[in-house]
């Protein structure tokens, strides 16, 4: 249990820091970050982190697909964890 969660928060904080980084690059003109990354850390654990520095960030907010994802990975996270603490 202990290593998942320290992978949710390893890879949440690295995705957050991605869209900040991706933001940044968009900002100054800058080789960008691929939208695959930024999805597949959503998918594979990142969704909080993601959900979070989209909208921090106002970062990709206007595309329809990564608020898709978003808002998918958020649920789908949520009510993992959420059986996965209830029968500890």
Not at 44 to 73: D, E, P, Q, W
């Amino acid at each position: 249990m202990r290593i998942y969660i320290n992978y949710l928060c390893i890879v949440n904080i690295i995705v957050f820091i991605l869209y900040g980084v991706d933001k940044l690059f968009a900002k100054i003109s800058f080789t960008r970050i691929p939208e695959k990354i930024l999805l597949n850390f959503a998918i594979f654990g990142g969704a909080y982190g993601s959900f979070i520095g989209m909208y921090l960030f106002h970062h990709k907010t206007k595309k329809k697909l990564f608020i898709r994802v978003n808002y998918f990975c958020l649920i789908i996270y949520t009510i993992f964890n959420y059986i996965l603490w209830r029968n500890l």
